[in-house]
């Protein structure tokens, strides 16, 4: 599962603006997650924040629409196309009508237990394929990333998917995934370099929370 890099580039890897309040017992959307008024003023700010810092070459997201708008305000002001991959997209668990946010973080939990006793290709989650298989698509979404053309990538992804890359970027076991948090908007800064070494520059900086403001990217 390794990834190989020719030429240095630098991945700016995002999660999407606020969608909903998540507290214990608040039902699951049964539809796709859209960004709330919040949510695009996160975007809107975070877009502003790195015009000032970054020209990018290439703005990926995953299919998921949170993640498009998230990324339009940045991509709109350096005029650049988005490239949606679906190996970007969220994790996805095969949970009942009417589950809560508490029976989500179950879930991911249970993954976390997975991953820390069994090999990833006897994982299962509801599309019935193999987690070593699902794992294999994120690191493919991330080296099409990786073999794109520029240096300066920006990514806007979900939670549970920047934590596994990240865990991979740091060579840390998938099942300490849950020990990085990943807030709305949250920016991780990635150095790619050849062959296929990796260096976490930032994590999860949020640019509209005032406790971060003051920290350079």
């Not at 975007?43 to 299919?63: I, P």
């Not at 989650?125 to 698509?137: A, H, T, W």
Request: hydrophobic fraction near 40%.
């Amino acid at each position: 599962m390794a990834l190989t890099v020719e030429t240095k580039k630098r991945i700016y890897l995002v999660r999407h603006g606020h969608t909903f309040d998540v507290t214990p017992d608040a039902p699951i959307l049964e539809a796709e997650a859209q960004l709330t008024e919040r949510g695009k003023a996160q975007a809107e700010e975070t877009a502003v924040f790195l015009n000032q810092h970054v020209q990018f070459d290439a703005v990926y997201t995953s299919e998921l629409q949170r993640t498009i708008d998230t990324a339009t305000p940045l991509a709109q002001r350096q005029n650049l196309p988005i490239v949606q991959l679906s190996q970007l997209n969220e994790l996805r668990f095969d949970l009942p009508s009417g589950s809560t946010f508490k029976d989500l973080y179950k879930a991911f939990q249970n993954l976390r237990d997975e991953l820390k006793n069994k090999p990833l290709d006897q994982i299962y989650l509801n599309d019935k394929r193999p987690f070593s298989d699902i794992y294999q698509g994120y690191l493919d979404g991330l080296q099409t990333v990786i073999n794109g053309p520029g240096k300066n990538i920006l990514v806007v992804a979900h939670g549970g998917t920047n934590m596994m890359l990240i865990c991979h970027v740091l060579g840390l076991p998938l099942h300490r995934l849950m020990r990085f948090h990943q807030n709305n908007c949250g920016i991780n800064v990635i150095d790619c370099l050849p062959p296929g070494r990796f260096a976490m520059r930032l994590v999860n900086y949020t640019c509209w929370d005032p406790l971060k403001a003051s920290i350079p990217i």
